[in-house]
């Protein structure tokens, strides 16, 4: 014969799980009654590749503008949409850390960057530039370049991007596709509202 445990419930786990119930559905209902935001945005997936083992070049992009609002309902739903209008990063990063200083630069210039939008004619951004890190449409970058237009990429485009760079003596050439998509976010407005 088989001796089965019991579990034995008592008066004081049933308040602190009753407790935590309530707590559970009172944070759903308030964010529920809090209503919904909804962002409405087009993506660009990054081109990140290897370098040499220990770096990587990771180009991205970042929208031009931020959402502007299309439509509202006061207090349950709020529909934004960006503009399909980005700028680029270029960055030639730590592989492992993905952030901050690259340990591994001794020296950088970075000889040319450009992109072609499908079968649009191919367009440069930068040259001559002796930094790990590019950043379209932000001064502190671009003291030297006037390029401050965001480039504008519609949901179902492919971007090529052109990169020629020499790190640490060496000289490199990468070629790479980055594809858009359109792109829903949802969260709650009060979310929103506590940014």
Partial sequence: MTSMAMSKVTP????????ALKCALLISVVLLLAGCSRIDYVHLEPFVA????????????????????????????????????????VFIRDGKKKTG???????????????????????????????NFWMQGNPKYNEQYQDDYAVAVDECSTVTVYV?????????????????????????LLFRALQ
């Fill in 12 to 19: 004081a786990g049933l308040v602190k799980s009753a407790a």
């Fill in 50 to 89: 290897d370098i040499d083992g220990k770096s990587e070049l990771a180009v991205s992009t970042y929208p031009a503008d931020f959402p502007k609002t299309r439509s509202k309902v006061p207090f349950l739903y709020r529909h934004s949409v960006t503009k399909s209008e980005h700028f680029f990063q």
């Fill in 101 to 131: 200083n690259n340990p591994h630069v001794d020296s950088i210039r970075i000889h040319s960057f450009s992109y072609r939008i499908d079968d649009q004619s191919e367009v440069e951004l930068l040259a001559n530039y002796d930094s």
């Fill in 164 to 188: 020629s760079f020499t790190l640490n003596g060496e000289d490199f050439e990468f070629e790479g596709m980055m594809t858009s998509d359109a792109k829903k976010r949802w969260t709650p």
